[in-house]
């Protein structure tokens, strides 16, 4: 079964940069894309950026593109989410998850979740 730690989160001022790592376990092709998701305080669960197996495709959410950057390094069973010029509005939960599109329902796996809180 799919396991999945993620790590790295933190208090960052704006403007800073964090670097979330995901350590995944029992993946398999039907857990090719993987991706992140986060949630704010009372708001739902939205969609982040995810990526293929290969790492030649990726996917960002309009509110991230141009400042998150998703990559994988599959030999060392890690995914990562590098968040340059971080604004208050990133301030949310991070979860990594083999259903970053939100359409796999209880099929989809996710990690005990990341902190990031972003001052202004």
């Known amino acids: 079964q799919v396991q999945l730690v993620e790590s790295g989160g933190g208090l960052v001022q704006a403007g800073g940069s964090l670097r979330l790592s995901c350590a995944a376990s029992?993946?398999?092709?039907?857990?090719?894309?993987l991706g992140w998701v986060r949630q704010a305080p009372g708001k739902e669960r939205e969609f982040v950026a995810s990526?293929?197996?290969?790492?030649?495709?990726?996917y960002y959410a309009d509110s991230v593109r141009g400042r998150f950057t998703c990559s994988r390094d599959n030999a060392k069973n890690t995914l990562y989410l590098q968040m340059n010029n971080l604004k208050p509005e990133d301030t949310a939960v991070y979860y990594c998850?083999?259903?970053?599109?939100?359409?796999?329902?209880?099929?989809?796996?996710w990690g005990q979740g990341t902190q990031v809180t972003v001052s202004s």
């Open positions: 998850t083999d259903d970053p599109t939100l359409d796999r329902g209880a099929f989809g796996s």
């Open positions: 029992g993946l398999s092709f039907s857990n090719a894309l």
């Open positions: 990526i293929n197996w290969a790492g030649s495709r990726t």
